[in-house]
């Protein structure tokens, strides 16, 4: 039996204890969009031309007073509205529920409140009422500044109108993401290039930059579309990565890009093992407690989302994290940090020592995949450009 066999064994008769628990975070997910994305992966439905806006907006503040109980106590660093699309919230609904988690949660004085936004959605009005609400940061769904892949993604806005959107945005916030996507149908170099120089003539404080994939259960995983191969691919990520350098953006995890002190403190929080709570359909919650680690998922359907919130059960599935599964999910979001993580937040996030992935850690630093020392463990180079094959050593340790 191999000292690593040895340490696995005596995992499972230990239990998670931890001295302190980590920052907490707050997801509320919203669920309608105006057309879903032949792309889109996320828990999100056509609207129609309406939703049940208010009575939605009534089951997330139940929702949250129902888990009151798991996080009593605890403060909120940060705030996120994803979708979906949250843009299609009024103002008075943003300030109600928001009203809400400052009356029932000691949310932090500083923290930080994301939501996201789609330009074909955007009124000056609306941009004011959400940062009079408590707002202070914007995600923007621009994906392309080019009209023919905008109109290839299904997404519903033109290339005007997402200047004229950040136009908007800029005029009462002063954090702004912008997501953008690359290797899309058709896209050169040339076109990436545009995309990347228009967005940078905006100067936003931060930009998200996803390389388009062929998720499972989207219309475009069953009717694949041309894209570009491997190599061009690579290309568009190098072009980007260099571009926004020259520019003094830091390339702090795997798609975020980030001007100095406007990192995405929230996203942060996810990849460095911290906590959160979801509110809303289909939304997900990762719980620390001093004796173990949960996982829930809210039902997805809206509908029927709302009608057990109204029964008092939203929650459709509720797990314990085991021992043996620990060292694999902080690793897959760790590792996405391209600076690497504090050695020691390994132990902090797990309850573990590192001797619990002594062997993956070996293995991963002999194939140039990962550097470590006393006080880091961080992807290298090559680690950070092959980070599937990097994770895989860490799921391998799981089995």
Known sequence: MTIHTLHQFSMRSQAVNFKALPPLSLYIHIPWCVRKCPYCDFNSHEARGSFPEQEYVEALIRDLELSLPLIWGRKVYTVFFGGGTPSLLSGKSVEK???QVRMLLPLDINAEITLEANPGTVESGRFAAYLDAGVNRLSMGIQSFNDTHLQALGRIHTSDEAKRAIGIAQQHFENINLDMMYALPNQTLEDLFQDVHT???????HLSCYHLTLEPNTLFHHSPPELPDDDLSSDMQLLIE??????????????AFARPKFRSKHNLNYWMFGD??????GAHSKLSFPERIIRQERYKQPQAYVQNVAQAAPIQNEFKVSLEE??????MNALRLNEGIDSTLFQERTSLSLLAIRDELAVAGDRGLLSRNYHRIAPTAIGKRFLNDLLEIFLRGKM
């Open 199 to 205: 967005a940078l003539a905006f100067s936003p404080q």
């Open 242 to 255: 260099d571009t926004l350098a020259v520019q003094g953006y830091q390339h702090y995890e795997t798609s």
């Open 276 to 281: 959160y709570i979801g509110i809303g359909a």
């Open 97 to 99: 529920i928001l009203r």
């Open 326 to 331: 620990l060292p694999f999910e902080f690793m």
